[in-house]
């Protein structure tokens, strides 16, 4: 089905999905957060997370991994089924030749009103290198489940339903051996279990390590320098607990890099989820689903292998959302210090760079981005956007952190096409080796909060202050309580209309809330709500809801709109 005909089954209106772009907020109806500062205090301490990441580099004269430069994953999903965000924080443990690691994963829960207690989260500790991690219920028992990348095997840890889990990675055949980043569970097939697909960076061992320095010192390589890239993984779920490698099969193989930022969307408005993986020095990936777990790689025609100057940058935390607001999904990419973002607008069948046009080519390439999160934080009714940054290239035997950078929060402007300006003093927290960042609503308040992961610091959790306006939040779940990743929830409020797709895996090693949140700006009217599930072409209708809270959306309870 073209776009345009899924548009007109959404009911869409001329002015929200022509290209026209959205009818202006009026400014008494905005929420006028400009002069708040911060936007984001860290409150990690007195919430009771308190972690540190250990990357294992003992300093001195040791010669540095590249593993050490890029580890610190994080989870927001609810693990003992209380209807809260726990948090799951991957952890590197230890140097990469010790055979003990010096501190594992922990599981933080929520007490109910957004402070935390760590948990045992399993037997059987994950004694791996960790990275990223991913969520979902992929044996249908109606908890959520962790698979948890490493350098070298895989884990994947079944929820017990107590918040507890078990590692099974062998048993369920997707224990890969390879170095992961990146990971997601969705349902490709749409064959009502989720499928899981993996990201690699390369072929690496300690054996291969090269001695790269900086005026004389100990410095982490670039990743050109192995010349090692790897292919990514897709494993087919069978139904049982257990999956097959369908990577060959599904046409993987016919493209790989060095892979470090995935993010999950239906690009191409056909009804399936797509993939894009964001590598590093190597050309990106798109993999466009065509149905029966089979994949075409698109990203060079459509536009967003390389930046309009024809050069693959060193993508690392990647995010999508319909920022320009005309019913497709939009593409963010970021990068190395000295390579601006990497900004692409959805025209249907190809993107276009528009970083130039978005305000983020002179201010981005002062940092080295990872982690992101796009998304409305000051619920405006536009996304803004977090980057949380740490430099890779620095002197490793420093006695301070020689790779530590500020954050940066921008604003979404009203504009057409969009535009992100700088939010000055928008985040409280201190200068670090900033990795994954995990978005979500902690204490449920309505405002989306984040938690990152600071590579040899504390991880921050950090808490949305903005203040002035209100939001609206649904999850989508299928007939067995699940939540529906790709479902597209669509609100009409007032003369606008607003699309979110659900998903979790967006941002560097996360996974997020899946949940569809819209800022209302000062709205005070009930919100007309469809879905369009994953695989069908008319929309779900569920009437109206209050312009407040979190509501949840089963399938089949509303009214087709055929």
Known sequence: MTRLARAV????????LTGCGPSATPAEARADTASVAPWFVDEAAIRGLAHKHVSGYPGGAALPYLPEIVAGGAALFDADGDHDLDIYLVQAGGRLDETEPAASNRLFTNQGDGTFEPADAADGEDTGYGMGVAIGDYDADGDVDLYVTNVGPNVLLRNRGDGRFDEVGASAGVDDPGWGTAAAFVDFDLDADL???????????????????????PTYCAPTTYRASAPDKLFENLGDGSFRDVSRAAGLTAAYGNGLGLVTADF????????????????????????????????SRWGVAVDDQGAAKAGMGVGAADVDRDGDVDLLVVNLEGETDSFFLNEGSYMVDATARSGLGPTSRRSTRFGIALADFDNDGHDDLFEANGKVIGDA???????????????????????????????????????????????????????????????ALLMNRTVGATSVRFRALDARGRDVV?????????????????????????????????????????????????????????????????????????????
Not at 205 to 214: F, H, K, M, N, Y
Not at 269 to 298: C, H, I, M, S, Y
Not at 541 to 557: A, D, K, S
């Open 9 to 16: 089954l959404l009911g869409a209106t001329v002015s929200s």
């Open 397 to 459: 035997t420093a006695t301070l952190d020689a790779f530590a950078e500020s954050n940066v929060l921008f604003r979404g402007a009203a504009t057409n096409p969009p535009r992100f300006e700088v939010v000055p003093g928008g985040v409280s927290d201190m200068p670090a080796t900033s990795r994954a960042v995990a978005a979500g609503d902690v204490d449920g308040d309505g405002r989306i909060d984040l938690v990152v992961v600071n590579r040899d610091a504390s991880v």
């Open 268 to 299: 191409d408005d056909d009804g399936l989820t797509d993939l894009f993986v964001a590598n590093d020095k190597t050309v990106n990936q798109l993999w466009l689903n065509r149905g029966d777990l089979t994949f075409e790689e698109a990203a």
């Open 195 to 217: 499928d899981l697909f993996v990201v690699n960076y390369m072929h690496w061992s300690i054996t291969i390590e090269r001695d790269c320095r900086v005026r004389g010192r």
């Open 486 to 562: 790709g479902a597209r929830v669509v609100v009409d409020a007032n003369d606008e209309r607003m699309v979110r797709e659900i998903r979790t895996a967006a941002s560097f090693l996360a996974a997020n809330e899946p949940v569809a949140h819209f800022g209302l700006g000062g709205r005070r009217v009930p919100v007309s709500v469809a879905v369009l599930w994953p695989g069908t072409t008319v929309p779900e209708r569920f009437g109206e809801y209050p312009p407040t809270g979190l509501h949840v959306l089963r399938q089949g309870e509303g009214i087709s709109a055929r």
